[in-house]
């Protein structure tokens, strides 16, 4: 018992230190994205340093990064929208073009004004998805900037949450599960309403009374392969030089794994490779503890 305290405060300690994890070499709004959508509800402030999105209920808004990116850590900094937020959803994803698509997700499940937001994580390969993970958090994320990353690399996906990993998912292709790896993935997000499901399965809907709705984005960071007229950036049939890129087969360490570990128990709240009700014939092939 006494080894197991120590470890989980040195952990909570190492998460307190990681909760302003700011990523390098962040880029200018004006430079590196576009307003998709909205009508004039997504801005970009403070000479391209801030961009924010808003929600009424006319529309919400979106914006997506200038390059398409075939491998890469994606980082940014996001402020959710705070208060009663319920029915809303801040998503933060790569997605690529097409009906068989590849996708990485980060949603954000708005709450009512003192309950947690839901982190909604999700993995589409080849159009199929049905992968999710979903998680609370260990801080208000509506109070301030907290950096939402993700790795995405030949062998492996992993969700961060300042520095923190939340969740890993694996190439494991070896045993027929097809994993993201063709296709070229932009950088988008949205803030949109979704209170037919969002808030309790739909239960709660949104409150228009408190729109507009807003978030707020700083410090994207993309240290990726570039992808352009069908070329990558890092070079073909090769790895680039883990000098250049070391997350191009970055993993998990002994200490990643025990944060891991410790968000997995804590703050996981549904897991679909442990939903026997949901696949009655048996879990996906991937559920092995590792997805």
Sequence with gaps: MASSSVFSTTLFLSLLFTSFFLPSSASNFHQSTDITWGDGRAQILNNGDLLSLSLDKASGSGFQSRNEYLYGKIDMQIKLVPGNSAGTVTAYYLRSEGSTWDEIDFEFLGNLSGDPYTVHTNVFSQGKGNREQQFHLWFDPTADFHTYSILWNPQRIVFYVDGTPIREFKNMESIGVAFPKNQPMRLQSSLWNADDWATRGGLIKTD?????????????????????????????NSSPAASDKPWYSQELDTDSEGKLKWVQKNYMIYNYCTDVNRFPQGLPPECNGTA
């Design 208 to 236: 228009w009374t408190q729109a507009p709705f807003t978030a707020s984005y700083r410090n994207f960071n993309e240290n990726a392969c570039i992808w352009s007229s069908g070329q990558s950036s890092c070079g073909s």
